[in-house]
Structure formats: C-alpha cells, structure tokens
C-alpha cells in the first residue's frame, strides 16, 4: 500500500471520502432506492403505479471551466449544484421527474476535504431537484491533473408516463413564450468570462462592478434548478407545448431545438432585466446583444412555450413557486429559428 500511495494515490483517504459522502447522499434517499449507498451498484424499483406507461430519461453532463473559478477561489460547495443542474434541467424539458443521479470526480491527488465539499453541493442539487444521488466515482489519477484541480460529471435518470411527454409537437403559432429568470451565469460560457476577467485586470476578491459581492461569489453562483416548480405546473394540468434549458450556445441555439420546422421564436429585446453581471460582461466583450446571445442565457435560463390562454395561470403558478417569470415573445411562422424583435 505505501508503494501505492508513493505512486500518488491513497487508498485510505478514498475510503474516508467514500464514508463521508454516504452521509451526504443518505438525506437524498427516495423510498424507491433499494441499495445504500457504498456498493457496486445501486438498485431504484420505479413506482408502476405512478408511471403506469414509463419512459426513462437520461441526460449528463458536466461543469466546464467553471470549476477553474471553484479551485483558484478555494470555493467548492456549490459548484456540485451545477452539475446536477446542468443534468436535470435537460432532463426536465420533455416533462421527466429526476429520479435519481450519480457524480464522477476526478482527481490528480485526493483531498479529502474537497472531495466532500463538492459532493456536499451534489447532495444539496439533488435534493432540490428530488433525486436520489445513489452513487458515484471518485477516480485518483496522478498526472492527469495538476495540484488542486480536479474534474466534475454527473448523470440523471428520469422518468415521464409516454402519454404526457412534452416533444415540441404541440408547438403552434401565436404560443407565449414564458421565461425563467436565471441566477446568473450558471454555468456556460466560462472560457469567455475567465478570458474577460483577466483581462480586465479583475481579481476573484475585488468586488464585481454594480454587484454587492465579490467577483468569485458573482461567478459561482449556482445554476438554477427549475424541477419542482415546472413539474408543479404540468401536475397542474396546464398545456405546455415545449420547453428549453437555456445552456451552451443561449437563446439563439436552444429554442430550435424544441421548436418544429416552419416556426421561429420571436424574442422581445428587453422584455426582461439582465443582471449586472451581463451587462459587465457585454461591455467588457464589445458584443453585441445578438452576440452574446449565443454564448450566455443573459438572464432567462429556461424558456416555456405554451398557449396564450394557459400563460397567465402559468405565471401565477410558476411566481408562487418562487421563479421570477417574464413574457418574452411569441411562437411565429417562419424559419425555424430565433428573431429578436423590440
């Protein structure tokens, strides 16, 4: 074992790490996990009688260079929310409940303390989003990264009854397209901001201009998990025709991918605030708005499209679950694609 650990890698602290994170992931527990956590492998008996015509939905992904900001700030605590986040919210656009998730870190050398603090953000995500977190990988490999860094991925698996899947096909002109506030970032786009900062000659201590925070508190914020209010309003019974996780490639690139062919998204300029962070950033890239649509959410982070009579009711819905929501445009024929309009 000392030859081992010589050669970088400390069986002893993967096992502390592996009891520390079983505390974490035990207040996530659903009843339908069958096996603890600690194991080969965990076992989930789906309810038949709430999905009587189940369909299983995965999604993964990961936290991009955003960790870079965690690990040169020394702040891991939230950044394992954005990699849940980043699963569920995908997951949650056909209308999916995450039943349960589970984590790969991946390290250089073990810390201990890190470790746990970046599985204590993945709990906490789950437990926002109502999944399990029911495993996971904590891979020691000296020399895949350099001192402190470390790697962050995750997988969801949901499940929707066949029948209320939401598949864009319902998609008609004349759809209101409601908007989610995003917390800010979340966690896309990061080469460009970390490019901008250094740049401007920011430091993650110095405060973030217009903001009442520090420049690391600024950027690792975490995304936001849209779960339980949105599958609140489909158990509502309200009519959603499409919905979009507003992530890499922002508004121009996600709303086409849920809108059918002869539709385009026609978004209002505008029609919501964009937080100071985006306005820093716009300014310090020279972008312009058209832009900078393509690399950022710019403050809506999950776009719904549904009937204009279903709209208001859905606000109503989605405010008193405490999402700040905007009207920001309509469903028109044309190109599919996004417009924006004044």
């Known amino acids: 074992m000392d030859l081992y650990k010589q050669a970088g890698v400390d069986i002893d602290a993967g096992n502390e ?28 008996a789906l309810d038949l009688a ?16 955003k960790l870079k900001i965690a690990i040169a700030a020394g702040r891991h605590d939230t950044i394992g929310i954005d990699c849940v986040a980043m699963c569920v919210n995908d997951i949650l656009t056909v209308g999916a409940e995450p039943l349960f998730f589970l984590d790969y870190l991946a390290v250089g050398k073990l810390d201990v303390g890190v470790a746990e603090a970046v599985v ?11 999944a399990a977190l029911v495993g996971g990988e904590t891979a020691e490999m000296p020399g895949m990264y350099g001192d402190g860094e470390y790697d962050l991925a995750g997988f969801a698996v949901g499940c929707v009854n066949r029948g209320e899947m939401v598949d864009g096909s319902a998609v008609r002109e004349g759809d209101v397209l409601l908007g989610l506030a ?13 490019k901008l900062v250094a740049e401007h000659g920011l430091r993650l201590s110095d405060p973030f201009p217009g903001e009442d925070a520090d420049v690391a508190e600024v950027l690792l914020r975490p995304t936001r998990i849209y779960v339980k209010s949105v599958l609140k309003l489909v158990r509502e019974g309200v009519r959603v025709s499409a919905m979009a996780h507003i992530t890499g490639g922002g508004l ?8 059918p062919e002869g539709c385009e998204a026609q978004v209002r300029r505008g029609s919501w605030p964009m937080q100071p962070v985006f306005q ?14 393509r690399i950022w959410n710019l403050g809506i982070g999950y776009v719904i499209a549904l009937p204009e009579a279903e709209a208001p009711r859905a606000a109503e819905l989605l405010r008193a679950e405490g ?4 009207d920001i445009g309509r469903v028109a024929r044309g190109a599919r694609g996004v417009r924006f309009i004044q």
């Open 17 to 44: 790490a592996a009891k520390r994170y079983a505390g974490l992931a035990k207040a996530t527990l659903r009843p339908e996990v069958l096996a603890a956590i600690g194991g080969f492998a965990s076992g989930f």
């Open 50 to 65: 709430r999905f009587p015509e189940p369909v299983l939905v995965s999604g993964t992904d990961g936290v991009g260079t």
């Open 120 to 130: 204590s953000g993945v709990a906490e995500g789950c437990r926002q989003a109502g």
């Open 182 to 194: 995003s917390n800010g970032v979340h966690s896309n786009g990061y080469s460009l901001v970390r």
């Open 252 to 259: 121009v690139d996600n709303l086409p991918r849920v809108l």
């Open 280 to 293: 820093w950033l716009l300014r310090a890239s020279g972008l312009s708005f058209e832009e900078a649509s």
């Open 323 to 326: 999402e700040a929501v905007y």
